[in-house]
C-alpha cells in the first residue's frame, strides 16, 4: 500500500522545498554560499543560493534514507 497525498505509508518525508528565486538571463550571477562558483541565479537574488552540484548535492543530504 502506497500513498502519498494522505501522508500514510509511502509518503515522502522531505520537507517541501524553499520557493527558488528566478533565474538570471545575464549577468552578473550570484556567487555560491558553498564553493563560490557562479550559480545560475541573479547577483540580486536574496537568500542562499546554491550552484546546481551544491543544490543536487544538499537534496542528497536531505533526502530519506529509509
Do not use: D, F, H
Request: negative net charge; hydrophobic residues 25%.
Amino acid at each position: 500500500m502506497t500513498t502519498t497525498e494522505s501522508g500514510g505509508p509511502g509518503a515522502s518525508c522531505a520537507p517541501e522545498p524553499a520557493p527558488r528565486p528566478p533565474k538570471a538571463t545575464g549577468g552578473p550571477y550570484a556567487r555560491c554560499v558553498l564553493c563560490l562558483e557562479p550559480t545560475e541565479y541573479a547577483e540580486s537574488a536574496k537568500g542562499i543560493v546554491l550552484c546546481p552540484v551544491c543544490e543536487w548535492q544538499e537534496a542528497q543530504r536531505n533526502a530519506c534514507s529509509g
